[in-house]
């Protein structure tokens, strides 16, 4: 609850300085179109929390819609946008999102006993996301703010480690997604930003990965795992925030 109330409060932080930013800069004068087009930007990202379903075809409801929390995820990305006309951008995101925890467990067994090893599960994921901004007509040739939207497709694997074993990749179900965007570029020179975003988006995807083993060592003992594949379904389900500099050409 703590950690929900926290969320609320950063995401009303947030859009209280969007509103404060809009009265500030509506006050200085209207949107000035730029001579350059394109703009890079390289930015680190903060997404608050996803879920990883461990067994997502279960039959039982109450097992199926389990899941394994985790939050504060950090990773890399970068954007190319293209100014196509004063008023309109269009956008081409991707992201390296890697996010591993332990705190699982896993049921193996060896003639009749039974043992619960610690797991560590997690999920690795590339999105593509294309975007297409509004750029708000108050904004001013130092100041922008966009709002914007648009689809994404999503590369991802599950991630576990129990022991010495690993997993790898079978088969992946397509992924798709959409996603909002309010983006704020700030211009230190001609040529350079600092950019602030806040994107909506929830993404998930089904895979089916193989253990590297079909055992696994413990305490002097080796123990079969239940299956030697397995499907899971990830679901990045909260809030991102984007904070990077955009190299304008």
């Known amino acids: 609850m703590q950690k929900e109330n926290l ?25 000035q ?21 461990l067994n997502p075809n279960a039959s039982d409801v109450l097992i199926r819609n389990n899941s394994f929390y985790m939050e504060d995820i950090f990773n890399p990305s970068i954007e190319l946008r293209y100014n196509a006309t004063e008023y309109l951008a269009l956008g081409l995101n991707t992201e390296y999102i890697e996010k591993k925890s332990g705190g699982s467990s896993l049921t193996a067994f060896a003639g009749g006993s039974t043992i619960a ?21 108050f904004s001013t040739s130092t100041f922008k703010l966009l709002m914007g939207g648009g689809a994404g497709y999503y590369i991802g694997e599950h991630i576990r480690e129990v022991g010495d074993v690993t997993v790898s990749n079978v ?25 602030l975003d806040m994107k909506f988006r929830d993404p998930q995807f089904v895979v089916r990965s193989r253990y590297s083993k079909t055992s696994v060592a413990d305490r002097g003992r080796f ?25 304008h050409f």
């Open 171 to 195: 088969s992946r179900k397509i992924a798709y997604g959409i996603q909002v965007v309010i983006s704020s570029e700030y211009f230190i020179k001609d040529y350079l930003s600092l950019n």
């Open 33 to 53: 179109e730029r001579t350059k087009k394109f703009s890079l930007s390289v930015n680190g990202v903060y997404t608050t929390s996803a879920k990883i379903y």
């Open 117 to 137: 090893l610690d797991v560590v599960d997690g999920f690795r994921v590339i999105p593509i996301e294309f975007n297409i901004y509004y750029i708000l007509p």
């Open 223 to 247: 123990f079969r795992l239940p299956s030697e594949e397995f499907d899971s379904k990830i679901n990045i389900d909260g809030v991102t925030f984007v904070l990077g500099a955009a190299f």
């Open 7 to 31: 969320l609320l409060l950063l995401v009303l932080i947030m859009k209280n300085i969007f509103i404060a930013l809009l009265i500030l800069f509506s006050s200085i004068g209207i949107c």
